[in-house]
């Protein structure tokens, strides 16, 4: 038997374990392992029945993804890693097979637990199958057998959204027979025993469910609103519906066309380098797994505004205990009102028990004081960006924080540096960059000085695990890696505008690229004030004679910030858009013949080159300077704080997909026709030269 597969009897059952940490993926070696296994018990006249069971924290957590990329590049036939004979050979056992559940049974490890007879888990276990979050479909029969198991509509939703659900709706749903109290392999075998001596039910012989109801129809509906511009969701659709009209191996066969359609697509390499993305900027080059965490057991956040009450609740939601410091009653009034009001919309929607809204609530301590702040393992500053004010608290903190506590700021742009400078341990100072709101969002940028300790930096990079955040470092210049390329993106949409692309076409263009929302959309939720203060802040860098975006500062001159005030780029009514605001268009009417801009309405194209090339020309400049590690640290960042679509795989993905020899000349081009804020970034030269990428180049690093 092989290692990954481990083989015993116990009082004539018999026992095949999994062992493939850390997931019990079905790496090459494991299926055929669980195959000869099978076939060994059924030889052997001592086994009355099966029960196959993961080592570690897990079932089997699918197919092993990284196969997938030798199978796209033709390194591996898709033949040589099908699970087919696998399946068969559990479904056609003389012997019953139990699947004992615990952790995660996603993917190929349920679909194989489907092929088995029974399964059995405990009740903290979830399956699901999750396939079209790295954009391809279930490929093992999943589509085929779990409408058998589960019904029809249940499948297709699990199948098309790739939500995972726990053992309890498992069971309720018909995909697991029962829910083991205590130990998980002796209540399998013993209900492995109680099923010996029964006819075994075949999975892909259970009809009766497949005539239920689902409106399919109305689901690809939903899955085109919900996941938008993504091909899997559809397919699996296609497959589950398949099943209601095909014999099972027909519809394994269709199943089987639509998933190599998903797997080759561009989608899937783009969400399955998301997918591992999100790992790798865990991983910081020469800061090792060996460096000693520091303990974070209390936290204190400074300032109960916007941010700060969504990082309390941040924190309160990891079970962290947290202080509140505002400076005046009413402000900490507000701030808790607000955090209040959040959790009692997630109470009224279902998300959240008012018991567990009350536990949570009561890890947030509100303060005047900085009484506490003294046992706070970190402490976290977010309040308004201003340099003075910053610096003027961390000096304070300096004096009443423990020598080893952590002192974060949430500056968003501002120099860690200067900040840290203000206190006698820079080596404990970090940026904590959250993106509002805070309780939502799940990027976090975490940004290193030049004096922060290793330490300082793998304790908040596992911090943001427990946080359920995406945490990705970033070196420190104004705006880090997410601002410093959203400022380029945002002028060049603002540009296009002032020279006559209508600016709601803009946003609708770069709504229907993918993007979460169009950029001047963006601008009004942001608050047109925040751009206005900024730009106040830094005129002094502006480069004389270049040219800048002047029409959202006339119009935020005039007191319209967006959202906030109800006028700004679009007009709304409380936060519906209410269409775009004549007066902007007036305004630019006016501006354009003033400074003699000719006009002309750019074509979709290039209202994406103009703004994707401008975030990836800036990119390539952030890559070089080593703000960014790698290139996929960039895309992480855009993925989950900037809403660029996943199934593009992120800005500097995307240009790789494109070519960066595409995309080096357009910016040429923009750089012969706008001057000086398109001069090609060196790296980005470098590497259309040498017909290399993005991903490649970070590879070496
Ligand atoms: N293949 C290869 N590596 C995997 C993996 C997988 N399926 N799942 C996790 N890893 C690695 C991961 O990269 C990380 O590596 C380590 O394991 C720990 O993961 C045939 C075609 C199971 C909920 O989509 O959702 O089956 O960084 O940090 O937070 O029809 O991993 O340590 O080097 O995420 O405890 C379907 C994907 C595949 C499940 C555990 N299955 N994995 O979360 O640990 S397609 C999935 C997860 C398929 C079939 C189809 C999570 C987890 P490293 P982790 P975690």
Redesign the pocket.
Known sequence: MSELVKYSVEDGIAIVTIDNP??N???PGVPDGIREAVLRAGSEAAVQAIVIIGAG??FI????????GKITSGEKSREA?T?HPLLAVLEGSPKPVVMAIH??A????L?IAQAGHYRVAVANA?V????V??G?????A?TQRLPRLAGVAKAAEMCAF?D?IPAKAALEAGIVDRIIEGNLLAGAIAFAREVAAKPAPKTSERNEKLSEPCDFDALRAAARKRLRGQEAPIAAIDAVEAATKLPFAEGVRREAEL?QQC?FSTQSKAMIHA??G???V??IPGIGKDVELLPIRKAAIIGAGTMGGGIAMVYANAGIPVLLKETAQDALDRGLATIRRNYANSVAKGKMTQEAMDRTMARITPTLSFDGFGEADIIVEAVFENMALKKQIFAELDKIARPDAILATNTSTLDIDEIASATTRPGQVIGNHFFSPANVMKLLELVRGKATSDRVIATCMDLG?RLRKVAVLAGNCYGFIGNRMFAPYIREAMLLAEDGTPFELVDQTLYEFGMAMGPMAVCDLAGLDVNYRIRQEYKHLEVPGVRYPEVETMLAARGHYGQKTGRGWYLYEGTKNAGPNPEMSDIIAAYAPEKSLPQSRASRDEIIERTVYALINEGARLLKEGIAIRSVDIDIVYLNGYGFPVWRGGPMHYADTVGLARVAAKVREFHERFGYHWKPAPLLEQLAGQGSTFAAWSATR
Do not use: Y
């Not at 996603?106 to 490890?109: K, L, R």
């Not at 699901?128 to 396939?131: I, R, Y």
């Open positions: 850390p997931v993926a079905l790496s924290r897990t957590a699918g197919a092993d993804i990284r196969e997938f890693t699970l952790g995660t996603f993917g190929g490890g679909e979830q699901g199958q999750p396939e979050k790295l391809i479909i279930p490929g093992a999943g790739g995972p998933f797997l997918f591992f999100e790992r790798t865990q991983k695990k």
